[in-house]
Antibody, heavy 119, light 107 residues
């Protein structure tokens, strides 16, 4: 059974850097075709894909947020870490990580973590 | 960037009725489309991928169709647990993008 869980701060101040960790089980991020992505959802809004890291280390970012995002993996710890710099109140959202296989859909998703940006 | 649009924004349906949700891509994405269902306070749940393949455990009342730029998710007979928001997402190219969602509520 594949599971993912997001962890990190639930409150950050404007201009700070957000660091979120996705801890997963049930799969290996060294297996061909496997990836982990980050997606966020502002309150009452639609889903927005942020970043993805593949089994071979290839990384992809949303063009609109590329300059602020970094994604890395630690396969031994079964973790994927996303950092987002220069946080702003508009970045308040639930942040999800999700498993992706074979260059396709996201399944399953973690439960998400609500991050509020406020001073 | 492929822009995904969904219609209608809200669909009011009575239990037992059929619901038809539309998703359109701004350029051809072949069949590289997924549908997700999201209920309040929950993460999205995969319903369909490759436009018409049901995910594991998804009831047969859900069906998907389409290719290129026009896609449809049909729920043949709405059950109480189907009232939710539905999102489409393409995976044809980078960046991955989602549609704005269709809310299915009780008429």
């Amino acid at each position: 059974q594949i599971t993912l869980k997001e962890s990190g701060p639930t409150l950050v101040e404007p201009t700070q850097t957000l660091t979120l960790t996705c801890t997963f089980s049930g799969f290996s991020l060294t297996s061909s075709g496997v990836a982990v992505g980050w997606i966020r959802q502002s309150p009452g809004k639609a889903l927005e894909w942020l970043a993805l890291i593949k089994w071979d280390g290839d990384k992809r970012y949303s063009p609109s947020l590329r300059s602020r995002l970094t994604i890395i993996k630690d396969t031994s710890k079964k973790q994927v870490v996303l950092t987002m710099t220069d946080m702003d109140p508009v970045d308040t959202a639930t942040y999800y990580c999700a498993h992706r296989r074979d260059y396709s859909h996201f399944d399953p998703w973690g439960q998400g973590i609500l991050v509020t940006v406020s001073s | 960037e492929v822009v995904m649009t969904q219609s209608p924004a809200t669909l009011s349906v009575s239990p037992g009725e059929r619901a038809t949700l539309s998703c359109r891509a701004s350029q051809s994405i072949s069949i590289f489309l997924a549908w997700y269902q999201q209920k309040p306070g929950q993460p999205p749940r995969l319903l369909m991928y490759d436009a018409s393949t049901r995910a594991t455990g998804i009831p047969a009342r859900f069906s998907g169709s389409g290719s290129g730029t026009e896609f449809t998710l049909t729920i043949s007979s709405l059950q109480s647990e189907d009232f939710a928001v539905y999102y489409c997402q393409h995976y044809d190219s980078w960046p991955l993008t989602f549609g704005p969602g269709t809310r299915v509520d009780i008429k």
